[in-house]
């Protein structure tokens, strides 16, 4: 092996979770800090429970209700299309005039 290159290692770095959990394991740096480990995760511990450290749940929450009222709006406005219906050809354009005028 080339010497000088090689990071040192640290057969016994102290790994600490925000939960207080501590252990020890091999790694190139000293101490490490974690925000979640085996003893807090929801996979090991059977609990349902949101890990949003930066807001990504409500952030996809919040496009979610954006995109239904969008649908929602989108879809009124092709029932109000539907209900104003443009005539097909010439003709039936005249005939709507003549309805119109008449009245």
Same mark, same amino acid.
């Not at 807090?40 to 450290?53: I, L, R």
């Given at each position: 092996?080339?010497?000088?290159?090689?990071? @040192?290692?640290?057969?016994?770095?102290?790994?600490?979770?925000?939960?207080?959990?501590?252990?020890?394991?091999?790694?190139?740096?000293?101490?490490?800090?974690?925000?979640?480990?085996?003893?807090?995760?929801?996979?090991?511990?059977?609990?349902?429970?949101?890990?949003?450290?930066?807001?990504?749940?409500? %952030?996809? @929450?919040?496009? @979610?209700?954006?995109?239904?009222?969008?649908?929602? @709006?989108?879809?009124?406005?092709?029932?109000? %299309?539907?209900?104003?219906?443009?005539?097909?050809?010439?003709?039936?354009?005249?005939?709507?005039?003549?309805?119109?005028?008449?009245?």
């Amino acid at each position: 092996m080339k010497q000088g290159i090689h990071p @040192q290692y640290f057969d016994e770095a102290k790994v600490t979770c925000v939960c207080g959990n501590a252990f020890t394991t091999g790694a190139t740096v000293a101490e490490i800090r974690v925000e979640i480990c085996n003893k807090c995760h929801p996979y090991f511990t059977g609990e349902a429970k949101y890990v949003d450290t930066l807001g990504r749940v409500e %952030k996809f @929450q919040k496009r @979610q209700e954006h995109a239904k009222k969008a649908k929602a @709006q989108k879809v009124k406005k092709l029932e109000e %299309k539907e209900t104003v219906r443009r005539p097909e050809s010439l003709r039936e354009m005249f005939d709507l005039a003549k309805k119109q005028a008449s009245s």
